[in-house]
């Protein structure tokens, strides 16, 4: 991980200081925004639809303030083209989210996937790879994909 955004975590993620083994929901939120703008960047091209789709996502869907949101939002795209690992974000996912919150993860990611209605084969690529980091099985991945297509069409 970067230490852009290691020193993102310190500033806003407070450990438990009674519970140093238990993952606070803040932290398993900010760990799935990173994820899906880790998504964004995984083709060639970053579109403004994937940037408002996650945008909407960290704010509306994780209850993430403006600043938390535009502050990961900046570290991500000043890092655009260096190489991160995932083992951080996915780890708290692991330790944090049940099988349900898992696969809405992936949801998710398939939401950033199709934004742009162009599907490339490194998006793909990297969501199978996320559902393998944490733990979602082929058809939890497959129906994940399914829902978020259907949804699409029928916005």
Sequence with gaps: M???IKQFFEKYIKKDTESPDKVSEHALQIATAALLIEMMRADSEIREEEKRTISASMRTKFGLSDEEAEALTG???AKIWESTGYHEFTSMINKGFTRKQKIKVIE???EVAFADSIL???EEYMVRK???LIY???KDFIDAKLR????I???
Excluded: F, P
């Design 2 to 4: 970067t230490n852009s």
């Design 75 to 77: 570290l991500a795209e």
């Design 108 to 110: 998710h990611l398939w």
């Design 120 to 122: 490339d084969k490194h």
């Design 130 to 132: 996320i559902a393998g």
């Design 136 to 138: 979602v099985s082929h």
């Design 148 to 151: 978020v297509k259907t949804q």
């Design 153 to 155: 069409r029928g916005s």
